[in-house]
């Protein structure tokens, strides 16, 4: 089993920045990919990004060059750099791992970007 645990959201301006962190406890070795979801109100899940255990990295077209993903794997760690956010950004942010046959969710942390 594995946990994931999300911090760091908030409210924050247009073109502000947030960093978003996620915690892995458990089996964590065994995960060969970790990443983030969103979900803004109406809409359905969507990928933002994800990060493999050999450090291949892949973005949502939506949030190229602005949202960056990092890895600390000394910390267990995942974060989620957001840079020039806008409010179409706004969303619950769900922390991800898989382990090739089971999916982990974090409880998600809310992002509203509004000025």
């Known amino acids: 089993q594995v946990q994931l645990v999300e911090s760091g959201g908030g409210l924050v301006q247009p073109g502000g920045s947030l960093r978003l962190a996620c915690a892995a406890s458990?089996?964590?070795?065994?995960?060969?990919?970790m990443g983030w979801y969103r979900q803004a109100p109406g809409l359905q899940r969507e990928l933002v990004g994800t990060?493999?255990?050999?450090?291949?990295?892949s973005y949502a077209e939506s949030v190229k060059g602005r949202f960056t993903i990092s890895r600390d794997n000394a910390k267990n760690t995942v974060y989620l750099q957001m840079d020039s956010l806008k409010p179409e950004d706004t969303a619950v942010y769900y922390c991800?791992?898989?382990?090739?046959?089971?999916?982990?969710w974090g409880q998600g942390t809310q992002v509203t970007v509004s000025s």
């Open positions: 991800y791992g898989y382990d090739l046959r089971t999916n982990y």
């Open positions: 458990g089996r964590i070795a065994s995960l060969a990919l």
């Open positions: 990060i493999s255990s050999g450090g291949s990295i």
